[in-house]
């Protein structure tokens, strides 16, 4: 179980945390078929059981769709909400957060959280054995059977190793020569990080499969097939939350909010949009989450006069939440869907990580935003 939620923290950090699910959920049913053969080889459960029925296979998805949500906290490309937050967090400030900063602020909590969620998943969800005999005969088979890595693979990885070390490497040269060498200066002014990133997929259409047949890791035909609905979907976020600020409506809001609800004190702001971002990413997508709350913090903030950085970027974590039902995240859904998992087991451990993922977020991000020495 825990080594599936590093796997999916890992991906997700990068990849889409719902093609992360999509990905692994398959490997993860075809261990947990496995573990109920080996159990029913054991006489521990009868010949008829049904694989989906075991709290251990409810954990192993469970941590899967959680794990996913977690790991996209890690960087600002990580999930929808964290390109969004960071933004109008950017536009209202003028105060630009690098990449390796969100990363610096993000990995203590993600740390954090993941801990939490291994604990809580393995007390809610108590697997039914402790030790089968016969895994690790099983997994070194299907590696053997893999073979070697195909060139279409590792092409995508030299793609995915370029990408991630140009992200990077801002932050390594100010570490080298401090934030004013010109190394840093020269790089920081060049790495935007959707510049890297469309550098990174156009890599894919230039490293060939096979070059006599001039056939590229990546065609067009491929591409097109890409949802690009979901990226229209993250400039509209980022747009319904400048039209709220330009409007006058998340001012507002914020000032009736602080009127009403008597919120005089950054510690009140950042409690209050945490646990508003989570209950509306429960019931909404998780990016029109950040669009509505992140815009009614910010304004909110500057009418009590206290820096907006930390319950904004409070706001932008707590927007990834959204553990309790199969609707408030895709990966939830995914999960649900393949029958394993009870909704009355996902509103339990959901409900759980909810609380104490608020409590973490409150605590870690304005630690994290003090010593990394960002805002105001």
Known sequence: MIAFGVITCLLSAFVSNTATVAMLMPTALGVLVVIAQLMQDRGVVKADFDPL??????????????????????????????????????????????FAQWMAIAAPICLAMFLVLALVMLLLNKP??????????????????????????????????????????PAVASLIGGTESEAYIFLDDRLDEGIVAVLGASLLFILPVNWKQRQATLTWSDAAKIDWGTILLFGTGIIFGALLAETGLAETIGQGASE???????????????ILAI????????????????????????????????????????????????????????????????????????LFFDILGAILIITIVPVMIAVVGIGG
Request: hydrophobic content about 50%; aromatic content about 6%.
């Open 53 to 98: 029925r075991m709290r251990v296979g409810a954990a192993l998805l469970l941590m899967l769709a959680y794990g996913a949500s977690v790991g996209g906290l890690l960087t600002p490309v990580g999930s929808p909400p964290n390109l969004i937050g960071r933004g109008l967090i950017e536009e209202a400030t003028g105060v630009r957060i690098s």
């Open 128 to 169: 039914e054995i402790r030790h089968i005999e016969g895994v690790e005969e099983y997994v070194r088979e299907r590696r053997a059977e893999q073979g070697r890595m195909s060139r279409a693979e590792v092409n995508t990885l030299i793609a995915f190793g370029v990408t991630v070390t140009l992200w990077l490497a």
């Open 260 to 274: 009403n609800l008597n919120i005089t004190n950054i510690v009140a702001i950042t409690v209050f949009s945490a």
């Open 279 to 350: 209950l509306i990413s429960e019931t909404t997508s998780n990016t029109a989450s950040a669009a509505v709350i992140v815009p009614i913090v910010i304004p909110l903030c500057q009418a009590i006069g206290v820096d907006p950085f930390v319950p904004a970027l409070a706001a932008t974590f707590a927007a990834s939440f959204g553990f309790m039902l199969p609707v408030s995240t895709p990966q939830n859904a995914i999960v649900y869907g393949t029958g394993a998992v009870p909704i009355t087991r996902m509103i339990r451990t959901g």
